[in-house]
């Protein structure tokens, strides 16, 4: 049965924000994108005449749909060939959701999504709604079928637990810019001790091919074993040139509001590279060159004009 428009109308309303919901949880667009439209077939079978607050209704349907995803989600990925990695987000998608705030922004960084992989579907689901989101507790209680003081345990827990894994500061926009072109411009010198300086001692790169591109399946640490291999990713060959599909344009943008990498050929986006900078220099790298996971990133990339790569690689 078809709901009123109004009805159809008050989900609209809630859309963007159950989609930005259901990625912080599940670290996938096109997952997240599915849980929001189970959400809408729920919210078209039941009795809407009877729901008080929709907006309150939608979230509790929505989060418990993405807790049981997590749970099949996780048994999937001890399968997953090689590391995962959360499907990227380039700048303007409306499912980052919400980055008034530096927590809020912190959230959809790649480098939380990787570290809330550590935690269990519930601390991940209470860190979400009142880290990004700012839901007090009592309404996280009830969407949760917590108590209120259940509620505050999981988040202070869930919250030391992602602070150990992260010593990220806040970098200006386009200082970060300025150094992901220093970069770009030391991977392709030919030469590593130029990219060891940009880095941190405890560097780390990571890539997720998903077993469909080559990646490694064991991140490389440290400043020179991470200098070392990003010399040879952006040295020229025919190998590579051909795995790509073409000459890839190499741009400077943002994914997941951290300064990135885009490699793009022929308008399909093949690579997003996301830095990890800090005031004491690059800390980490997250390279998402598995296809399944840049459909997304390819389409919005083609509806917008991105000018001219800062050049050419292979």
Same mark, same amino acid.
């Given at each position: ?6 009805? =159809?109308?008050? !989900? ?6 159950? /989609? ?34 929709? /907006? ?53 960084? !790649? ?22 989101? %700012? ?27 992602? #602070? ?9 926009? #386009? ?10 411009? #030391? ?5 590593? /001790? ?35 291999? +990003? ?18 344009? =190499? ?5 997941? %509001? ?12 093949? %690579?997003? +590279? ?5 005031? /004491? ?25 991105? %000018? ?5 690689? !292979?």
């Amino acid at each position: 049965m078809a709901l009123p428009v109004s009805d =159809v109308e008050r !989900f609209e309303a809630s859309r963007s924000r159950l /989609e930005a919901i259901a990625y912080r949880l599940l670290g996938s667009a096109s997952e997240a994108e599915d849980a929001v439209q189970e959400t809408y077939l729920r919210w078209q079978a039941a009795d809407v005449a009877r729901v008080e607050v929709p /907006e309150a209704w939608l979230t509790k349907v929505l989060t418990n749909l993405c807790l049981n995803q997590l749970s099949s989600a996780r048994a999937r990925r001890e399968t997953y060939v090689g590391q995962w990695l959360p499907e990227p987000l380039l700048a303007g998608d409306p499912m980052l959701g919400p980055a008034d705030t530096a927590e809020q922004r912190e959230s959809v960084s !790649f480098a939380v999504l990787t570290l809330l992989e550590r935690l269990t579907p519930g601390e991940r689901a209470v860190y979400v709604l009142r880290e990004a989101f %700012g839901y007090p507790h009592r309404e996280i209680a009830a969407i949760l079928d917590l108590t209120e003081a259940a509620s505050q345990q999981v988040f202070h827990r869930a919250k030391r637990h992602v #602070a150990e894994g992260r010593t990220r500061t806040e970098v200006d926009g #386009a200082a970060a810019r300025r150094v992901v072109e220093e970069f770009l411009a #030391a991977a392709t010198s030919g030469r590593t /001790e130029p990219l060891v300086r940009l880095l941190t001692a405890d560097a780390v790169s990571i890539g997720d091919g998903g077993g469909k591109v080559p990646a490694r399946a064991k991140a490389f640490e440290g400043a020179r074993a991470v200098a070392t291999f +990003m010399r040879g990713l952006f040295k020229p060959g025919k190998a590579k040139r051909a795995l790509a599909g073409g000459t890839v344009a =190499v741009h400077v943008d943002t994914a997941n %509001g951290d300064p990135a990498v885009v490699a793009v050929v022929d308008g399909r986006v093949i %690579g997003v +590279m996301c830095l990890e900078v800090t005031p /004491e220099g690059i800390a980490g790298f997250r390279n998402q060159v598995n296809p399944d996971k840049l459909e997304r990133a390819t389409r919005r990339w083609a509806a917008a004009d991105h %000018g001219e790569p800062l050049f050419h690689a !292979f």
